[in-house]
């Protein structure tokens, strides 16, 4: 899936798209960032954590994208995030383990053609809690008003809670050995589910 066919894609499903070679603020990610949640909200971490890759709920973009609905399943996604030189995490907010939206819509059957897990936000938190991971708390409500698709490779954007914007590091798909075009199908239905104001889609390249 090239960019312009990105692009058209979610122009064909009622977002504007546009391409950039760069965007203010981009950096390389860092050893010491989260894998973390493509969430624009303040988070109860700061500094060089909010400098890793950006995936839908964290590390539950990988297990939602290969089918892995056990609990189990999260301890090799865990260990394998940690082998690429990412801090592995999910995170909560006021309303508790499940204010991932991400995960809401995975867990609750919304997400169409992906079956949901056998567990819930308490439990995934736990379990990655128990593996050394991390667990994120973000501040305030969803105020997004554009996503960032990101597809040059060991960059990232860190969030600017008074500038919300969903940031999705979509080159993480190629090292994970994901569907870009399933990846990004599902990442739309994420935003458009959550926060329809922020179908602007700007494309990094």
């Not at 979610?10 to 973390?36: M, T, Y």
């Amino acid at each position: 899936m090239t960019p312009q066919d990105l692009a058209k894609a979610l122009e064909g499903r009622g977002w504007k798209a546009s391409i950039h070679k760069s965007l203010k603020g981009l950096v390389k990610v860092h050893p010491d960032g989260l894998f973390k949640c493509v969430d624009g909200r303040e988070s109860d971490h700061a500094g060089d954590a909010m400098r890793g890759p950006k995936a839908l709920g964290g590390i539950y973009a990988i297990a939602a994208l290969r089918g892995k609905r056990e609990l189990k399943h999260l301890k090799p996604i865990v260990a394998e995030v940690r082998r690429k030189g990412y801090v592995p995490s999910v995170h909560g907010d006021d309303h508790g383990s499940i204010g991932c939206g991400f995960f809401k819509l995975w867990q609750t059957g919304q997400l169409p053609g992906v079956r949901p897990p056998n567990y819930d936000g308490a439990a995934g938190r736990e379990e990655i809690l128990s593996q050394d991971g991390a667990y994120e708390w973000l501040k305030g409500g969803h105020e997004e008003w554009f996503t960032i698709i990101n597809l040059r490779s060991g960059t990232t954007f860190r969030p600017n809670p008074n500038d919300q914007r969903f940031v999705l590091d979509a080159w993480v798909a190629q090292e994970f050995k994901l569907p870009l075009a399933e990846y990004a199908v599902l990442a739309a239905e994420t935003v458009e589910r959550l926060r329809p104001a922020a179908m602007v889609a700007k494309i990094i390249v």
